[in-house]
């Protein structure tokens, strides 16, 4: 099957650091079809072979291993070409029309890399230079609009000239291996199901931590902020994955009908909880990794007086019978204390105690997504280590016994090997395949975007700003004290 893949964006930071990447080892291990073109298309005036020359000088920010040779290189860029296009310009669409007539392809993927506001003309255009065919598809990357209103009008206009299912809306946490494992530990295992509900979870936890401030993205992020970056999509796209109902198939719009009930049930915001359970942060110098880092606000593209979050963590519930009352919590920050993503299961106690169980201790799931992929069930066992301790205790029988955590720790990365494929990457070969299970339909976006609008309208009317906290913590402290509000704490608080 051949295919054109069109990157608009072309010479823009998700080209460079995600999807070229992602395409070579695609290539490199022979997954991407024969046949195939890769096209950069961006306003910069460059020549095929220019194109070539940067794309291989950028891989030297790529990690060694995933670094392709000279010779590797040499055939990876045959794949390669440019074309220089206003997107705004509707006079440069029959130079697009042009390119893609070079080549006949059974497949053609448009890749929208760029800023969201040229979403509606790129379609106007699209269609009147007739390049929306049944062999187009078309990928949005998020977040996609500022708002609710913002994102109807860009998906009407995409809607007004693709079908839904030539629409690949871009979620790339969904097409991490350890997402998947998620959806094979709830839906390939009987184990879990029986407690996957509030009589026997006391909490959720989702975090996803960052070490990195917005780099050389200021003046996208300034504009944005964590909850429209992180909290809209990713981590509500994790949080539908851990509470779904099992799907009646593992088809895109079965998978994707669970997700938006669970979006539907989130608990509507009122002036209380938005005051008691949304906490916003933006960081202020500090340190990472023993190097001190400079604040937010010092960060090129972001305005000095900036009010922009680059942390929130709030708490939610999901009105429905198998969760009432079991309260989720969501977190997520730039510069903070280290990067990981993971996803906790609390677990209530047991109901009678017959042991001594240290204070509040009880079971726990951990989903590790990253940088460690894996899982972690944390139990309580009898802990004396040594013959002559136990039987010298008072309590060598079973009464009085003191119990202690043990955990038992599956990593994939060691189970499966490293060698696995990325989340770019199999999201891009979906889209090639024409599979949309790992895509979000258009009503999920619209009801996360109908839920955090309301916290976006209450940080509007609130003069005060996020609160600031120190490069290189876990936020500022109101995090731990919403948390602490229910008797919880988080991970490393515990
Ligand atoms: C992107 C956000 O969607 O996800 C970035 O725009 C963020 O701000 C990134 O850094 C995090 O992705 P990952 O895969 O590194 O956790």
Redesign the pocket.
């Known amino acids: 099957m051949s295919f054109d893949l069109i990157l608009f964006g072309g010479t823009g930071d998700l080209v460079w650091r995600k999807l070229l990447p992602a395409l070579f080892q695609a290539f490199r291990h022979g997954s991407l079809p024969e046949g195939g073109r890769i096209v950069g298309v961006a306003r910069d005036d460059l020549s095929d072979a220019q194109y070539r020359a940067l794309i291989k000088s950028r891989f030297d920010d790529v990690e060694l291993a995933k670094r392709p040779s000279d010779e590797e290189f040499s055939r990876f860029s045959d794949l390669l070409f440019y074309l220089r296009m206003d997107l705004s310009s509707p006079a440069d669409y029959p130079r697009l029309a042009a390119k893609l007539q070079e080549h006949s392809a059974d497949t053609v993927v448009m890749y929208l890399a760029t800023a969201p506001g040229l979403f509606t003309t790129f379609c106007e255009q699209i269609a009147v230079a007739g390049l929306n065919g049944p062999q187009m598809r078309v990928v949005l990357e ?1 977040p996609l609009g500022q708002d609710l209103a913002s994102n109807r009008a860009i998906n009407e206009s995409v809607r007004r000239v693709f079908s839904e299912r030539q629409i690949f809306r871009i979620d ?2 969904l097409g ?1 291996p350890s997402v998947q494992n998620l959806f094979a530990l709830r839906f390939g295992n009987a184990l879990f199901e029986p407690i996957w509900r509030r009589e026997n979870i006391a909490n959720i936890q989702i975090t ?1 931590a ?1 070490e ?1 401030g917005v780099e050389k ?1 200021g003046t996208f ?1 300034d504009s944005t902020g964590a909850l429209r ?2 909290v809209q ?2 981590a509500l796209q994790l949080l539908c994955a851990i509470a779904m109902e099992p799907p009646i198939n593992a088809h895109a719009d079965a998978i994707r009908d669970e997700k938006l009930k669970v979006l539907r049930s989130l608990k509507a915001w009122t002036p209380e909880t938005l005051r008691q359970h949304v906490v916003r942060g933006q960081y202020g110098s500090g340190t990472i990794d023993g190097a001190p880092v400079a604040a937010y606000r010092q960060e090129a593209g972001v305005g000095q007086g900036s009010h922009t979050e680059t942390f929130v963590a709030l708490r939610t519930e999901i009105a429905s019978w198998r969760w009432a009352g079991v309260p989720f919590y969501i977190r997520t920050g730039k510069r903070l204390s280290g990067r990981c ?1 993971y996803i906790e299961v609390n677990f209530r106690p047991a109901p009678h105690a017959i042991f001594n169980t240290p204070n509040g201790a009880a079971n726990r799931l951990v989903i590790h997504l ?1 940088p460690k992929d894996g899982l972690e069930l944390h139990l309580l066992a009898q802990g004396q280590q040594n013959r002559r301790d136990a039987l010298a205790s008072p309590a060598s029988s079973l009464a009085g016994q003191t119990l202690a955590p043990v955990q038992l720790d599956l990593d994939f990365d060691k189970r499966f090997g490293t060698e696995r494929v990325g ?1 770019y990457e199999r999201l891009l070969l979906d889209v090639i395949d024409g599979r949309l299970n790992l895509f979000v339909r258009s009503d999920e976006q619209e009801e996360a975007w109908r839920w955090v609008e309301p916290i976006m309208n209450s940080w509007k009317a609130d003069a005060e700003g996020p609160r600031p906290y120190a490069a290189g913590t876990w936020g500022p402290s109101a995090s731990s004290a919403m948390i602490a509000r229910d008797g919880y704490c988080w991970t490393e608080e515990c």
């Open positions: 998020k790339h946490y991490k996803i960052e990195l993205r992020y970056d992180m999509n990713h993503a990253q989340a």
